[in-house]
């Protein structure tokens, strides 16, 4: 009976894992509103609420390469399908975090090193019908030559999506762990981050004295449910 017992919570337990869609983070967060984060904790699987963005904003994280709406407006697709050239390049024009610096680079008849962990246009773009642009004087030029690079090579915009939203999917969920970190040491209500709050309230009563550290320990992906069987 005690066998029969042990193995009754296991599944139940198994059970009540299973019973959440795990996030993917490759879709908009309002394409999966229902998904939860599984975490490590005090020797449970729980599956966290996702932090909303509103959520994240207000702990002023800014650990995100893009942002949600330019993202998505740009790549819709993880794949490039869709891709909005304009969206992008204006994205990659206007910041320098690093993987802009390297998706930069990866262009070389455009952008080069400029030796301070930086990029900058080439001095001169050679057009296909054989005209120099003066880049270092009319740079608005050469911004436009470079849309229209894009515009008629579409190709070359499945890679860069498909880097954007690998490096978001990775941010993205270590942002999570943050969150439910910083949760544990805020005491005070933060906006949108309700559902977040009151369930690490929750389960640091069920389980006692834990650290915060406790609340961002991803969990095994063993012991996951699986995202395709969704």
């Keep these: 009976q005690t066998v029969a017992l042990v193995f009754c919570l296991c599944a139940f337990a198994v059970a009540q894992v299973q019973s959440f869609c795990p996030c993917v983070y490759d879709t908009h967060p309002d394409g999966e509103p229902g998904c939860r984060v599984y975490g490590e904790f005090a020797g449970d699987v729980i599956p ?9 904003d207000a702990l002023n994280l800014t650990i995100r390469p893009f942002g949600h709406t330019a993202l998505w407006s740009a790549c819709p697709y993880t794949n490039g399908t869709g891709h909005n050239v304009d969206a992008l390049v204006n994205y990659v024009r206007t910041n320098t975090e690093p993987f802009v610096m390297e998706t930069r680079l990866r262009f070389p008849q455009f952008f080069v090193d400029d030796g301070n ?31 229209i690079y894009f ?13 954007l939203h690998y490096r978001q999917k990775i941010t993205l969920s270590n942002e999570q762990l943050t969150v439910r970190k910083l ?3 805020n005491t005070k209500a933060i906006e949108g981050c309700e559902l977040s709050q009151e369930q690490i ?14 609340y961002s320990i991803p969990a095994d992906p063993s012991l996951v449910p699986d995202a395709e069987l969704c």
């Design 117 to 147: 962990n930086g990029t900058k246009l080439v001095d001169e773009i050679v057009t296909e019908q054989g005209t120099f642009l003066d880049c270092v004087n009319r740079t608005s030029f050469c911004w436009s030559q470079i849309k």
């Design 183 to 185: 949760l544990c040491e």
């Design 151 to 163: 515009q008629t090579q579409p190709l070359q915009m499945n890679p860069i999506c498909e880097d």
């Design 48 to 56: 966290w609420y996702r932090a909303n963005e509103t959520c994240a």
């Design 201 to 214: 309230m929750h389960e640091g009563k069920l389980h006692g004295d834990e650290s915060c550290e406790a």
